[in-house]
């Protein structure tokens, strides 16, 4: 990227965020999108870890915002171990939306069940829907096991099984589950960090994600582990009843 499409002597003027991905505008119209995916960082101030960083800026206080005593800047880091993430410009705010509008579904943190449910359709299975960025935006492998354990539903299930009263009992568990792990600073299984550095403590409440083979907390059975989509997925075969071919209620 070029060091104007990295917002060079910009002022930033705001933030957005819609799913995964966060947008630094700048004064000028100039946008910067930071995809944070699975392990894409921003971090303000100085780095712990030292490694893995892509690109700092040093960003200046307005004269304003400049407390006494206070560093009249402070590094801003972009950092991604696992290079899931990555960083796009955009020459205006309409490029920026138009992308997201077409590329993304509705933030994960505010879905509403008939957005869902008009989203949700087809023969696959619900959890690798719920990964799809443009069914819904902002839910990855972690949640997506945690808001189908909630809502009780079995990832296998197929989109088109699913009951109008299942999708709205899942958009629920979708914000309760998200609103959640913001709460708690969001979980470190590796190299999470908040944006000031500090870990996350809401692998603690993660009730199937990583836990195949321990008792389920809700009834007391085996949690179980496969893959689906290529992707690690733990439910609970009791609380998360599938159907079978007929669209009966199948509980193992
Ligand atoms: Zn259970």
Not at 18 to 35: F, T
Not at 195 to 212: D, E, F, I, M, S
Request: proline residues 4%; positive net charge; hydrophobic residues 40%.
């Amino acid at each position: 990227m070029t060091p104007l499409e990295l917002l060079d002597r910009a002022t930033i003027h705001s933030i957005a965020r819609h799913g995964k991905r966060l947008a630094i505008i700048a004064l000028d119209g100039r946008c910067l999108v930071v995809q944070l995916g699975m392990s894409g960082q921003l971090i303000a101030g100085s780095d712990a870890h030292g490694s893995h960083q892509h690109v700092t800026w040093h960003v200046t206080k307005s004269k304003r915002g400049q407390g006494l005593g206070q560093p009249a800047s402070i590094p801003l880091i972009f950092r991604d171990p696992r290079r899931f993430g990555g960083l796009t410009a955009y020459e205006s705010t309409t490029s920026l939306y138009e992308s997201w509008s077409a590329e993304l579904g509705p933030d994960a943190l505010t879905i509403q069940a008939q957005a869902l449910r008009s989203a949700m359709t087809g023969a696959r299975a619900v959890k690798v829907a719920l990964l799809d960025q443009t069914i819904v935006a902002g839910v990855g492998n972690i949640y997506a096991d945690e808001s189908l354990h909630l809502a009780g539903i079995d990832p296998r299930m197929r989109c088109e099984q699913l009951s109008p009263k299942r999708v709205t009992a899942l958009a629920l568990a979708i914000r309760t589950i998200l609103n959640r792990a913001i709460k708690h600073g969001g979980s470190t299984l590796r190299d999470y960090r908040s944006g000031l550095g500090v870990a996350g403590t809401a692998q603690a409440l993660h009730a199937v994600y990583g836990r195949a083979g321990d008792p389920c907390g809700s009834c007391g059975e085996l949690l179980h582990g496969t893959r689906l989509g290529g992707r690690a997925t733990v439910w609970c075969r009791s609380c998360q009843p599938g159907v079978d071919s007929t669209g009966a209620v199948n509980r193992k």
